[in-house]
């Protein structure tokens, strides 16, 4: 259970996602969503327990090294190559309230740009003591940190000469399957972001400045890592007695 | 100007990409040590009360080819219809049941898998009851925002006809893509992306 037990748990529907906000799900020049971009309407209905609900992870699941990719999968003694960089924010809802007890996992490319994973065949090395995954569940305030190294740029068969600006991939539960959700994080100041297909699927330049992770200064540790900042915002939902209202009542 | 309002955007989402794994079942892709077992991989143990079944089938593109590389997670009511969940109000949930599961396709056949338990009846905001049901959220390359769905059972024909959410798609030829087919304890639900059989998927 999450850390919340003082609190009555929220219990209402959530607002509705703003689809315009997303990438829609055709954006031809990032050509994998031509043929798996459903092409109908998606069907709206209010949310029952079905969405308001959601699994619930406990501290239980995280282990010591979960919030360190530059030890979790090292050998004893040894440690992940390239800059190491902290990253943390905090997990917020649509009405600026902090998010307890949110379980983050996140993924990534090791700092030559080379993913862990056997259908990656960029010629870059593999880094023998980075795995690339870890996780982290947000506290009562949530907040949550990680430290790891910063990824590299990768080329991906999409254009001839098409490269994934440095991200960091982020898949975040919140209190309801409804607010389920994955995204990335980029860095600030990489030339790279505008000519990427995938960030250049958001309609508002906003939205794009909303997956970029300032440089942080205020949380780096001296001689050993700089800090980027990362909030995430999840939907919001309705949790008072006025906005509680049962539908047809 | 008035006054601002103090509300936030929903973090903007982008594709789980093809390494989606590494994040999400990294055992499953030869990443051990870092977790000691995948998230999801299990769904309930012996205790656990209701009828055990399967649930399986493909992902279908746009020229009808599985998915190899998407991930499935399900979220469901336990036997009485209850949810372990914070947010339940009704009453406690089978404790030796998750409620929530995670399956990636086969890298090579492109089967997604999960072994369950057949859901009891949730009710409607109205009161009504709903045909039991499985909900489901599907990631993959190519997939820009995650698409959600939801199983209904094939021998829960009476329930089906009365369900809220399924009485409320016009297309009434599109309902079938909702319906997972029995066969002995196994329910086969297939997910197409585009085409005619295109899935019914939901803005939740
Ligand atoms: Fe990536």
Redesign the interface.
């Known amino acids: 259970?999450?850390g919340?037990s003082n609190e009555a748990?929220?219990?209402g529907?959530?607002y509705?996602?703003?689809?315009l906000?997303?990438?829609?799900?055709l954006?031809p020049a990032?050509k994998?969503?031509?043929?798996?971009?459903?092409?109908?309407a998606?069907?709206?209905?209010?949310?029952?327990?079905?969405?308001?609900?959601?699994?619930?992870?406990g501290p239980n699941?995280i282990?010591e090294?979960?919030n360190d990719l530059i030890h979790?999968?090292a050998k004893p003694g040894e440690s992940a190559q390239g800059p190491r960089i902290i990253v943390h924010g905090r997990v917020?809802?649509?009405?600026?309230r902090p998010v307890p007890g949110v379980l983050i996992?996140?993924?990534q490319a090791n700092a030559a740009g080379r993913?862990?994973?056997?259908?990656?065949g960029y010629l870059a090395p593999l880094d023998p003591n980075f795995?690339?995954?870890?996780?982290a569940l947000s506290g009562e305030d949530g907040s949550y940190a990680f430290r790891t190294i910063k990824p590299g740029a990768y080329p991906w068969p999409n254009g001839v000469n098409d490269w994934r600006p440095a991200h960091i991939?982020f898949?975040?539960f919140g209190?309801?399957?409804?607010q389920?959700?994955?995204?990335?994080m980029y860095f600030e100041g990489d030339p790279l972001i505008k000519l990427d297909p995938?960030?250049g699927?958001?309609s508002d330049r906003?939205?794009?400045e909303?997956?970029i992770a300032p440089l942080d200064m205020a949380r780096t540790i001296p001689m050993d890592a700089t800090a980027y900042k990362f909030d995430?915002?999840?939907?919001?939902r309705r949790s008072t007695m006025f906005e509680n209202r049962?539908?047809?009542n | 100007m008035p006054q601002a309002l103090d509300t936030l955007k929903e973090t903007p989402s982008q594709t789980a990409g093809p390494y989606v794994h590494i994040g999400l079942m990294p055992n499953f892709v030869g990443i051990h040590g870092a977790h000691a077992e995948d998230l999801g991989g299990r769904m309930l143990n012996d205790k656990a009360k209701g009828q055990r079944i399967a649930i399986e089938g493909h992902v279908f593109d746009g020229t009808g080819e599985p998915l190899r590389d998407c991930v499935i997670e399900i979220w469901q009511a336990d036997a009485a219809g209850l949810y372990p969940s914070p947010s339940e109000t009704r009453g406690t949930a089978d404790p030796n049941f998750a409620g929530w599961g995670r399956a990636a396709a086969d890298p090579q056949s492109g089967l997604y898998r999960f072994e369950t338990i057949k859901p009891g009846r949730v009710p409607f905001p109205d009161g009504r009851l709903q045909g039991p049901h499985v909900s489901l959220w599907i990631v993959a390359r190519g997939i820009n925002l995650g698409l959600n769905t939801r199983m209904y059972f094939s021998d829960e024909a009476e329930a089906n006809a009365a369900d809220p959410i399924l009485l409320r798609i016009e297309h009434r030829t599109r309902v079938p893509t909702l319906i997972g087919t029995r066969t002995g304890d196994s329910y086969r639900f297939d997910i197409h992306l585009q085409g005619p059989d295109e899935t019914v998927f939901f803005d939740i």
Not at chain 1, 16 to 19: E, F, G
Not at chain 1, 21 to 25: E, G, K, R, S, T
Not at chain 1, 180 to 184: A, E, F, V
């Open positions: 259970m999450s919340r748990p929220e219990t529907p959530f509705p996602r703003d689809r906000w997303h990438p829609p799900a954006t990032y994998t969503t031509v043929l798996r971009s459903p092409q109908r998606p069907i709206s209905f209010s949310n029952t327990m079905s969405e308001m609900t959601g699994p619930v992870f699941i282990g090294l979960d979790n999968f917020l809802d649509e009405r600026g996992e996140f993924w993913y862990r994973h056997k259908k990656d795995g690339g995954c870890g996780r991939h898949a975040i209190s309801g399957f409804a389920r959700l994955i995204t990335q995938m960030t699927g958001l906003r939205a794009v909303q997956l995430i915002v999840l939907r919001g049962l539908e047809g």
